[in-house]
């Protein structure tokens, strides 16, 4: 039996800016890499931007980007604007 | 008095959550400690910078003969000294870079933005000729019309900083130029159709002062460039590896050929993450050929550093009668300064954070405007849009007739809990905070006349990222922790600490201290309460791998398989078939057997530390309002904060206190003095009034611990949300004292005598 997709979703500007107004997809991937390379592969050069603009939340849990980060099957993968402190 | 409320799962530890003396205390306060201003080198040369007088003006030209032909004068530059850079955002949004505009930020170009913006440096053999030299560099500028305030730099016919600019973020793009440099908006659910269900909605305007960081030490640094271009620099910073990159990226040189040193330094609280002198600094030192020292005065902090943003916001929120929130609905406008980047996008991700809503939206504005460009400041932009939102919270308590904790409590967020960002919340934390403010014993005070007491909470998202570390095992079993990250808020003592639990030894053993970057990996700034957890984590895996070390070399000395040793309370013990065969070894013998066993014992980590929890905080005052003057009195403050677990709880508690207390004078007193030319009329303590120990009573935190399981010993970042809910919680307590609903702050006594004056006319 294959696993469940990770469930990809980007915030309603995000996505009119990058993925033609989509904010979700579901994504077969075992890493964060996995996943940034399959969005890549749907929108070309799209892994640079996730790279650099964002923060991840994997199932709420909040994440700088970080390729090895494992993704579970069925994990939520939102990509949000990153966020600094003071 | 201070008090800690454990949940169940916090675990007892030897170390971690106990209160040592801190580390960096006796140089302290002998004074023997090296901050940015103290360090000399042979041959240094004192720099001066010249600043402009006018709020806005073209510059037509910059004559530096006479300053050049001064005796003692080794170098002058301007901006044409500096590399031009391309017009472009860089990076994420929020905190998006844009060289072009940082240049300008650090050497005024084709115009001065605002009093006390870069023109011109000189450095010379002494301060005395330098300060001549400058005063001899002469300016040519147009005089332009000048604008400070937020909404007079939204309107029509505002004078323009930058005649291109175009907002960003509004589809199709405006065709007209504006101050305003872009928009956000966040939404979650159906706004009107949530107001539809409200049965009170209340709404209001608010604004807020820009007010500084205030810290004690101006920026301060010492810049050394050899022949060769390798360079070095010494400054008090909150993260060296960042004034690295951006002196690299500013000057157009290779971040290899930049040794930076971190000083000591007397706070930052978010506006020591960005760079004003080490560019400039270096340059004079490129151009001279000697070190130059260059030191802000406390007037040069006002004028040219950045202050947090000032604000203009709207602020709408329904409630059932049963206290249900069920819409809100938020309007922010930030200023940003001078240039771009306001933290107007973290505004609206907090405001609605700590409850569920089902129905929300937060729209921002980032507007530019004739002051200095406004830098982080403690939980950037969180304390300002908490202001608005709380005190609106508490009008809606107060209409429906319940408790404002009840209310609160009502609607807290919990794991689960949906963002207006997207994802879920993953923590709790939020609602014991407020629990424990409900169980406070100083809630159910009764108080007395012209007495009141406001509540309010706030949210701030707490950072993680890229730290590093090494662990070090003396020849005599002592332990020396290095980190990258500028100790501000106590992490010498915490590093240590957690070194300690996690290698079984005793804390007096374990010394921390902060590496310059040529001497440890990459770390990020000492910002975003992020180096408890993220490098305390990289010391803790750090650590780790010195104990799998020392016990391969047990196993070496005892001539036993490595799976064969265990290391428990300090020391490496025989373990499985071996238990009993061998005397435990302690660090201090493994460490004299070093040399024999594999050579010295040190071990470094680099994490990119993720899963860090939010902080959440709940406060409550109580205040006394004289009705003839106006002023505000602070009885007493209660703090309640979810701090996982507290690993020194003395810093801990010292952190809420002293972001309570800036709360408090972003609250009753600060704010910056406009004259009408635009030039700052209180540039110095005794004219922008932060509050003072005399103005306070104690205030009393409590630490809630809610463990972080992303975290070996649960922590989460304390240093930044506590200062979310003081100026609506005063302002709440005012209202209740006097029936006065304070909507600007500061809420000084004319301001409030004015108010009150109203309410009774």
Redesign the interface.
Known sequence: MSEAPARV?F???FS?RYTGGVTEFAVAAKTLRGVIREMDKQFPGLAETLA????V?I??????I?FL?PIKPGA?V?F??????? | MNDTVVTDSVKRFKWVGTRPIRPDGVPKVTGKALYGGDYKVPGMLYGKILRSPHAHARIRSIDTSAAEKLPGVKAVVTSKDLPEQKFDYIGPERVAQNFWHITRNIMAREKALYEGHAIAAVAAISTSIAEEAAALIKVDYEVLPHVIDVDEAMADGAPLLFEDMITRGIEPAPTKPSNISKRLEFKLGDVDAGFKQADVVIEKEFKTAAVHQAYIEPHACVARCDADGQTEIWSSSQGHFQMRALTAAILKKPVGDIRVYPAEIGGGFGGKTITYLEPVALLLSMKSGSPVRLMMTREDVFRATGPTSGSSMWVKIGVTKDGKIVAADGIFKFQSGAFPGSPVMNGCLCAFAPYEIPNQRSVGYDVVSNRPKAAAYRAPGSPISAFAVESVLDMCAGEIGMDPLELRHKNACRIGTPTIQGPKHAHDGYIQTVEALINHPAYKVKLGPNQGRGVASGYWFNGGGESSATVQVNTDGTVLVATGSPDIGGSRASMALMAAETLGVDYSQVRAIVADTGSIGYTHVTGGSRVTFASGMAVVNATKSVIKDLCRRAAVIWDVDPEGVIWEDGFAKPAGSNVGDFEPLSLKALAAKASATGGPITAAASVNAGGQAPGFSTQFCDVEVDPETGKVTILRFVAAQDVGKAIHPSYVEGQIQGGVVQGIGWALNEEYIYNDKGQLDNPGFLDYRCPVASDLPMIDAVLVEVPNPAHPYGAKGVGEVNICPPMAAIANAIAAATGVRMTELPMSPPKVLEAIDAASA
């Open positions: 979703v915030t309603t500007g009119r650099e603009e964002t923060t939340a199932d709420g849990e909040l994440y700088e970080d980060r939520e939102f949000i604007p990153r966020i600094e402190g003071g």
